[in-house]
Structures are given as C-alpha cells and as structure tokens.
C-alpha cells in the first residue's frame, strides 16, 4: 500500500526566500506524481506532473524533480511571493491505476512580506 | 476551457439521511474520480469512473456510490449519512493515461 509523506508539515519564510518542500513515497512503482496546492477552503490547482520516466518538469519559478529508485520528489519555488501562501501537496498515481492518486498530508506554505 | 465544476458547493444534511454530489469535468476529459478531503485522514480516494464504468474503488463503505453518464458527468451518492462523512467532497478529471488529473472546488457536506 503506497504512503506518501511530506516534510515539514508547516514552514514559514520572508518574500524572496527559495524554498524546497519534501515529498517520499514507499511503492516506487508509480505512474506519475503531482504537485498541487490548496487554498483556505477551495479546492485543487494542478502546478506540476512528472512522468516515472521524467526526472524534473519546470513551470516558472517552481522546479520539480522526481527520483523513483530513492521514492523521493522535491518542489522547488524560486523567489517566494506572499501570494504563494497555500498548502502544497504531493500525489502519486499508482496501485495500478494511473487514475487512483495517493495524497500526502501537505506542507501548510506561509510567505511574510 | 471551463475547469470542472461542483455543485452544490455546501450541503448541511441531518444524519440517516441521503445527499447526492454532481460534477461536471472538463469538456473533453472522460475520466472522472472523486475523492474525500478531512482534517484528520487528508484526501482519500473514492471511485474512479471512465466512459460510465466504475474502473477503480477506493476502502469505503457501500453506502458510497456514484455514476457517470454518457456525456461524462458523474454523480456521487452517500446514503445513511454519518457524522464522520461530513467533509470536502472533491472531483477531478482527466484527459487519459498518464495525464494530469484537474480538481474542481469541491462540495463541503455538514452532517449534523
């Protein structure tokens, strides 16, 4: 059964700082894995997907990499911004079903100007 | 391109009592998963739907069930609401195999 767990749970920065959140899974026999983020109370925007066979995607100031045989992904945001205050969440699909994701509990991001 | 949508967005329901969820995806996207978001267990997934057919389920108890119809809408039913059910009941879909997986805003269910 996969776990995907997410360090730190909570991580608070000043505006300008790079920052990396932590994403481990135990089945490295994944699909894909994602990375959302969640806003108070809404749902979920999509930031970044990286195919088992990818080792990183980039959108703008965020960098993700993916390194299977470890069951590790990191996010990476450049320059942080206040408006990058959310929690930001990692998915994995797997348990063969590229469909069925695998959440961890989230890194709650807050950026003080 | 219209993102998925919920409705209804809030549901306040007693227990013993049925609700039914709907989400409409993304034009064009034909699989459609549901998922259950709670402060204490996170997001967990429900069932999975493609072209009407339930391909994946997800630990839940029978009293979860949901549909999709022919132009890929789907609905999620609970039926004998617990207190343990109240929760943000998220929807995402997706354009196929490998694909990115889109949520919509969810349905916040209160069951008193």
């Known amino acids: 059964k996969q776990e995907v767990t997410q360090i730190p749970a909570a991580l608070s920065v000043p505006e300008g700082e790079n920052l990396v959140l932590n994403c481990s899974f135990t089945d490295s026999a994944i699909y894909n894995l994602q990375w959302f983020r969640q806003d108070p109370g809404k749902g979920l925007t999509s930031l970044l997907l990286i195919q088992s066979s990818q080792r990183e995607q980039t959108s703008g100031r965020l960098n993700a990499s993916l390194d299977k045989s470890s069951g590790r992904s990191t996010l990476y945001i450049a320059a942080s911004q206040p408006g990058d205050s959310a929690t930001y969440l990692c998915?994995?699909?797997?348990?063969?079903?590229?469909?069925?994701?695998?959440f961890g509990k989230g890194t709650l991001l807050t950026v003080n100007p | 391109k219209a993102g998925v949508t919920q409705t209804p967005r809030y549901l306040i329901k007693t227990r013993g009592q049925q609700v039914t969820l709907s989400c409409s995806p993304i034009s064009g996207h034909r699989s459609v998963s549901w998922y259950q978001q709670t402060p204490g267990q996170g997001l967990q997934f429900l069932f999975e739907y493609f072209s009407e057919t339930q391909r994946n389920k997800g630990n839940f108890p029978g009293r979860f069930s949901g549909r999709q119809f022919s132009n890929s809408r789907s609905e999620m039913n609970v039926s004998t609401l617990e207190l343990g059910d109240s929760a943000l009941y998220l929807c995402?879909?997706?354009?196929?195999?490998?694909?990115?997986?889109?949520f919509g805003p969810g349905t916040r269910l209160l069951v008193l």
């Open positions: 998915a994995t699909a797997s348990g063969g079903s590229n469909y069925k994701l695998t």
């Open positions: 995402a879909s997706s354009l196929g195999d490998l694909r990115a997986q889109y």
